[in-house]
């Protein structure tokens, strides 16, 4: 088959495989080619796999990630794109230029809350569940549309992670959405003690293959 693209945070970008890890806990510079994104796109013979990952990234970087490829038109009619959507607590504030630089932005987190930043204003003042389930719902029909608008039609959706809200009930059933992620599928851990490690990479991807193999060739 021609490309596969994937889409997503530290799950789809293999942090904390032992090809994916500086020091003791920070991601590699490039995408693990031990994760399961490598090893769909292996399982597909894809002729080239482009992963679009990010550690610690939020939804709304996933969309403008999205938005640039398509633009720029690196995604051709026949390629398959896979989405991991990350955690809903998670967003980022664009900035200019960001419709051309993926670089071009502030990511807001828990982790990065400290007691004068950007992040702790956001998590006081701004940020609650609903709302953001809500908003992610519409970005991920959004992308969707994107993608068929532009006649790429081989689009799957995976599930947001562990402790996250049943997201289905809120799109509609043209979207090919597997009720699933790879946080479910963890039996074991990466060098970093936190991420999935190569083993639950391959259960997912094994799994993810065997149900949408198919779809997405």
């Known amino acids: 088959m021609p490309k596969l693209?994937?889409?997503?945070?530290?799950?789809t970008y293999g942090h904390g495989l032992e090809d994916c890890i500086i020091g003791k806990c920070d991601p590699g510079l490039e995408p693990s080619k031990l994760g399961y994104a490598s090893l769909v796109s292996q399982h597909l013979n894809a002729n080239e796999l482009l992963n679009y990952s990010r550690p610690g990234t939020s939804n709304k970087w996933?969309?403008?990630?999205?938005?640039?490829?398509?633009?720029?038109?690196q995604i051709g009619?026949?390629?398959a794109v896979i989405i991991q959507w990350t955690f809903l607590d998670r967003t980022c504030v664009l900035k200019k230029g960001s419709h051309?630089?993926?670089?071009?932005?502030?990511?807001?987190?828990?982790?990065?809350?400290?007691?004068?930043?950007?992040s702790s204003a956001y998590y006081k003042h701004l940020y609650n569940i609903h709302d953001s389930t809500h908003v992610t719902s519409w970005y991920?029909?959004?992308?969707?549309?994107l993608l068929k608008s532009h006649g790429i039609t081989k689009v799957?959706?995976?599930?947001l992670p562990d402790g996250e809200v049943d997201m289905k009930v809120y799109l509609p059933d043209t979207i090919k959405w597997w009720d699933d992620n790879i946080s479910?599928?963890?039996?074991?851990?990466?060098?970093?003690?936190?991420?999935?490690?190569p083993e639950s990479q391959k259960l997912f991807a094994d799994k993810l293959f065997k149900e949408h193999g198919d779809y997405l060739s």
């Open 184 to 197: 479910r599928n963890r039996i074991d851990k990466a060098i970093d003690g936190s991420h999935p490690g």
């Open 140 to 145: 991920i029909k959004y992308v969707d549309l």
């Open 5 to 11: 693209f994937a889409y997503g945070c530290s799950y």
């Open 100 to 118: 051309r630089n993926l670089d071009k932005y502030e990511p807001l987190g828990t982790w990065l809350a400290t007691k004068k930043s950007l």
């Open 156 to 159: 799957l959706h995976t599930a």
């Open 62 to 73: 996933i969309v403008n990630a999205i938005n640039v490829t398509v633009e720029s038109q």
């Open 77 to 79: 009619k026949n390629d």
